[in-house]
């Protein structure tokens, strides 16, 4: 079913790449143009760079599953760039972001590229101590605001381990130092608080929205999750990654990430290609849809009751 899918198209890559990263400096400029007539127009537009950020970062998703260009070396050079420009390691978040896929709703190997999330069994069994700092683990605030700042300085530094070999650990070094050049250069050449205000600010939003993005994706209440010897991985994608459904505007700034069920199924597919997958076979028809209204009141999903077989909150959870 998805197979005609699969595949790029060099044009419509190229055209994405610079439909996005043109408009992107444009408003970077802009905003470094405005703040000091303007602080108030300046952050208005802060927006649409933020939004430009986050699609930037899908981008650089469909370099690292190989479908953006045919080429490796092309995807590996330009999801290195968007890479750099998002703070984001390529090669170490590509690994990451593999083991994410190939356990994605598996609670015997949780931990990889998703939000921690407990049984109920596992909060019951933990000590007060324990669930206090879950809870504060999980609370929306901590989600949203304390995300951009791992995002921002949680992957200067990684140490080997499944998902960081030597290889990702010279990506997060090379990453680091190409920032490091960059955000030198750039206040040496605007100052910085143009700095701070044309990409600090605009990025924090961006990296906020990309935090929500990801966990509507995959945490919502009759969200598919299974112990390992009875997990599927088509079902993990069909049941246990969303339809976002956004408007059109918000679709664009997110290249279609929205379409989670489709990207799962088949990670090869670029973004272009998810809508008229989806819209070409039946079967992703019974995903389950998230709006903005559900994916906000699914914020306060925080455990998967193994009995009730969905997510619940801790209002939900009684301790004796």
């Given at each position: 079913?998805v197979?005609?899918?699969?595949?790029s198209?060099?044009?419509?890559?190229?055209?994405q790449?610079i439909?996005?990263l043109v408009?992107?400096?444009?408003?970077v400029w802009?905003?470094?143009?405005?703040?000091?007539?303007s602080?108030?127009?300046?952050?208005g537009?802060d927006?649409?760079?933020a939004?430009?950020?986050?699609?930037?970062?899908?981008?650089?998703?469909?370099c690292?599953?190989?479908?953006f260009?045919?080429?490796r070396r092309?995807n590996?050079t330009i999801?290195?760039?968007t890479g750099?420009l998002?703070?984001?390691?390529?090669?170490?978040?590509?690994?990451?972001?593999?083991?994410h896929?190939?356990?994605?709703?598996?609670?015997?190997r949780?931990?990889?590229g998703?939000?921690?999330?407990l049984t109920v069994?596992e909060?019951?069994n933990r000590?007060?101590?324990?669930?206090?700092m879950?809870?504060?683990?999980?609370h929306?605030?901590?989600?949203?605001?304390?995300?951009?700042?791992?995002l921002a300085?949680g992957?200067?530094?990684r140490?080997?381990?499944?998902a960081t070999g030597?290889?990702?650990?010279a990506?997060?070094?090379g990453?680091?130092?190409a920032?490091a050049?960059?955000?030198?250069?750039?206040?040496?050449a605007?100052g910085?608080k143009?700095?701070v205000?044309?990409?600090?600010?605009?990025?924090?939003l961006?990296?906020?929205?990309?935090?929500?993005?990801?966990?509507v994706?995959h945490?919502?209440?009759?969200a598919?999750?299974?112990?390992?010897?009875h997990?599927?991985y088509?079902e993990?994608?069909?049941?246990?990654?969303?339809?976002l459904q956004l408007?059109?505007?918000l679709r664009?700034f997110?290249?279609?990430i929205g379409?989670?069920?489709?990207h799962?199924?088949?990670?090869?597919?670029?973004?272009?290609?998810?809508?008229?997958?989806?819209d070409?076979?039946?079967v992703?028809q019974?995903?389950p849809?998230?709006?903005l209204r559900?994916?906000m009141?699914?914020?306060?999903?925080?455990?998967w009751?193994?009995d009730?077989?969905r997510?619940?909150g801790?209002?939900?959870v009684?301790i004796?």
């Amino acid at each position: 079913m998805v197979g005609p899918y699969v595949g790029s198209s060099a044009w419509r890559a190229s055209f994405q790449l610079i439909s996005t990263l043109v408009p992107l400096a444009a408003a970077v400029w802009a905003v470094h143009s405005l703040h000091s007539w303007s602080l108030a127009l300046a952050l208005g537009l802060d927006l649409v760079v933020a939004g430009l950020l986050v699609r930037t970062f899908v981008l650089m998703h469909d370099c690292a599953h190989g479908s953006f260009f045919r080429s490796r070396r092309v995807n590996d050079t330009i999801g290195f760039v968007t890479g750099v420009l998002t703070l984001t390691p390529f090669a170490q978040w590509r690994r990451d972001h593999a083991l994410h896929h190939a356990s994605s709703g598996d609670l015997d190997r949780r931990g990889h590229g998703d939000v921690p999330t407990l049984t109920v069994r596992e909060y019951r069994n933990r000590s007060a101590r324990g669930r206090f700092m879950y809870r504060v683990l999980r609370h929306p605030a901590a989600l949203l605001l304390g995300g951009p700042l791992h995002l921002a300085f949680g992957q200067r530094f990684r140490g080997q381990g499944k998902a960081t070999g030597r290889r990702q650990v010279a990506s997060v070094w090379g990453t680091n130092i190409a920032i490091a050049l960059v955000l030198t250069g750039a206040v040496w050449a605007v100052g910085w608080k143009s700095v701070v205000i044309a990409y600090a600010v605009p990025y924090y939003l961006a990296a906020l929205m990309g935090v929500w993005l990801f966990y509507v994706q995959h945490q919502f209440e009759d969200a598919y999750w299974a112990p390992h010897d009875h997990w599927d991985y088509a079902e993990a994608a069909l049941r246990g990654s969303s339809h976002l459904q956004l408007p059109w505007g918000l679709r664009w700034f997110t290249a279609s990430i929205g379409l989670h069920h489709v990207h799962h199924i088949a990670p090869r597919i670029p973004n272009y290609r998810l809508q008229p997958c989806h819209d070409a076979n039946a079967v992703f028809q019974r995903s389950p849809t998230v709006t903005l209204r559900s994916g906000m009141s699914a914020l306060r999903l925080t455990l998967w009751d193994e009995d009730r077989q969905r997510l619940v909150g801790f209002r939900d959870v009684t301790i004796t």
